[in-house]
């Protein structure tokens, strides 16, 4: 059986930041809690050369950046290859600049006053696709995805009868829970189903949905109310 060590070790993480020393902290703190640092950028134009060179599981990126801000970076290497996971790791706690880092494609959003063992929980989570956020912003964002969910009128154009993919009962139930906000170990517990199938289900949906990332699969799930059910 594998340890966590061992798991970690084939989690590629990439460092994104500005500032030399906390970026070469940042790094030093992953490698040697067994992450693979394959690569660091000090600007917005590098990270995403490098990005594609380096070809990271989980992006470690600041929004503050030259040459490129963050959230062009996150928008241009997710629409690049969906399944990279970006983890925010930012001083601002500006609401403004969470939703737009999320809606940028970032899978979660964590402050930069957060402890080591904080960030380092949260590169693991995120490398499995779980949103991972500040405590505080989780609820400021499924807030913002109801606010849209509600904007749009549902019957305008009625395109989504025709092609509405069939979901399975279990599928439909994972999805449910994802749009409650429940991690997928919490998922697990919940119905009583290993880690790994809950990931399956969650990929499985994706590729029905022809969606790209957890965000967008909650933004879906919500749209039809199924955070409510």
Known sequence: MSTASEQQQQIRVMVVDDHPMWRDAVARDLAENGFDVVATAGDGEQAVRRAHAAAPDVLVLDLNLPAKPGVQVCKELVGADPKLRVLVLSASGEHADVLEAVKSGATGYLL??????????????????????????????????????????????????????????RETEVLRLVAKGLSYKQIAERLVISHRTVQNHVQNTLGKLQLHNRVELVRYAIERGLDDA
């Open 112 to 169: 930069k006053s957060a402890s080591t063992e904080e960030l380092l929980d949260a590169v693991r989570r995120t490398a499995v696709g779980d949103p991972v956020f500040t405590p505080g912003l989780a609820g400021l964002v499924l807030g913002e995805y109801r606010r849209l969910a509600s904007e749009p009128a549902p019957a305008e154009g009625g395109r989504d009868e025709p092609k509405a993919p069939q979901l399975t009962e």
